[in-house]
């Protein structure tokens, strides 16, 4: 995750509330969600940006998640995000989303 993107959640969290910020992960492969995951809810475990050593507990998910894609209009996501689902492993990456939250998310939706 870059640091400008690092810095906006960071302000978000600090502006509205980290019990009130959720975290959307796009991401199409599963370690790079893992890291984005754990940047957002635990720290940057790269200690390069806004986010080191900064554990704000932003619960986190990845659009793939059911959670996700129930609150979602079915002709917006077939129209988005439709194509992405037939050629990434969308259980794989909520999956990996999901274990990160598990662990160091204290807030939930």
């Not at 509330?17 to 969600?33: P, R």
């Not at 720290?43 to 959670?67: I, K, M, N, Q, R």
Request: aromatic share 6%; proline share 5%; hydrophobic share 40%.
């Amino acid at each position: 995750m870059d640091l400008q993107n690092q810095q906006r959640i960071k302000d978000a969290a600090e502006k509205f509330g980290a019990e009130n910020v959720v975290v959307i992960l796009g991401s199409s492969d599963a370690e790079g969600a893992e890291i984005y995951a754990e940047t957002v809810s635990n720290g940057d475990p790269t200690y390069a940006g806004p986010l080191a050593g900064v554990s704000l507990g932003l619960p986190v998910y990845h659009v793939f998640d059911s959670e996700i894609r129930d609150e979602c209009d079915p002709a917006a996501w077939e129209e988005q995000i439709g194509m992405m689902e037939m050629v990434l492993d969308p259980d794989a990456l909520a999956a990996a989303v999901k274990g990160i939250r598990d662990q160091f998310s204290t807030h939930s939706l």
